[in-house]
């Protein structure tokens, strides 16, 4: 059996077979294969800046990797299918195939002359069902692929993700973004004032969660009406069993209250169906231009009373 998933902004549909079960766990509790968000090292690569892109994968066996580009796609409906042809690409520009490696490197050698000229070009073409409209007011948005294939359980399943690039036709704008990083992970008894990170979780009591990210991974950048504005961040707290007081925190520059970013409630409630012996946290932090970064922990479980 293969089920294929299409996997962007961190939300994934049932796209291709009709083999998606309705009873699938909620989306922040990591059972089994997962992809959970694809980076890059550089969301804005600038011109022959090699970009690194990689997945953050939980579970399954034998893993296979296929990683590929493209400026034009048909969207999900149609798991990403590129629309415009290499050879339409003329000189500058690098094969559609990025290789079968756990990460793909690509590094685009073309002149903001050529990327706006092609984003121009792409504008004309008919757009498919479910796409938005080209906007090439900062440059050229392309599309990163992969698809990748595992066994779980006896089965083939493959996943299919994508990760936005933005290639700038003004090499020197403002618009230049990099990736927010968390510096550290904790978890501590609720109320426990001796500020030290928990050596390991026991069943039934609550836990302060706490992020390091510093206010400096907020970045501005002009808005449409060329006023600076101030990034939103968000962070997925993606587990493998317990209770989350919020699924998502963000940080609204609107509302000015960081720590909003960086706390969070957790428990392991007695009808928890958490089996095992240690707990993974998996934290993804993004931006809303497309910066995107993790970061992971483990701790280990008390037995049950």
């Known amino acids: 059996m293969k089920t294929i998933y299409a996997l962007a902004t961190g939300v994934a549909w049932c796209a291709l077979t009709s083999a998606c079960s309705t009873d699938l766990p909620e989306y922040d509790h990591v059972e089994g294969f997962r992809l959970l968000t694809i980076a890059a090292d550089h969301p804005t690569p600038q011109k022959d800046q090699e970009t690194t ?15 590929s580009w493209c400026p034009f796609s048909a969207g999900a409906f149609e798991s990403y299918r590129c629309l415009f042809p290499q050879d339409g690409l003329g000189a500058g520009w690098p094969s559609y195939e990025l290789g079968t490696s756990e990460q793909a490197k690509v590094s685009f050698p073309a002149s903001p002359e050529q990327i706006e000229r092609l ?40 996943v299919i993700a994508v990760k936005r690039l933005m290639l700038l036709s003004d090499p020197d704008t403002a618009h230049i973004n990099t990736n927010p990083q968390i510096g550290a ?33 907020v970045e501005e950048y002009p808005d449409e009406m060329g006023l600076m504005t101030s990034e939103r961040l968000v962070v997925t707290w993606f587990r493998s069993g317990g209770t989350i007081k919020n699924t998502r925190t963000a940080y609204l520059p609107s509302e000015d209250d960081f720590t909003a970013l960086t706390k969070n409630t957790f428990e392991l ?25 993790w970061m992971e922990k483990s701790y280990p479980v008390k037995e049950k009373n």
């Not at 953050?56 to 034998?62: D, I, N, R």
């Not at 069902?129 to 089965?155: F, T």
């Open 119 to 158: 984003c121009q070009e792409l504008s004309m073409l008919p757009i498919p069902d479910g796409r938005s409209p080209m906007d090439c007011s900062l440059g050229l948005s392309v599309l990163v692929k992969l698809e990748l294939k595992a066994q779980v359980n006896g089965e083939l399943r493959e």
């Open 269 to 293: 409630e007695e009808e928890d169906k958490f089996q095992g012996d240690e707990m993974k946290f998996y934290l993804v932090l993004r931006d809303d231009r497309g910066g995107v970064s």
């Open 185 to 217: 992970f904790s978890v501590r008894l609720e109320n426990d004032g001796s500020g030290q990170d928990s050596d390991s979780l026991q069943w039934l009591k609550k836990y302060d969660c706490s992020l390091s990210v510093s206010e400096d991974m």
């Open 53 to 67: 892109v990689s997945a953050l994968v939980v579970g399954g066996e034998s893993l296979e990797y296929r990683w």
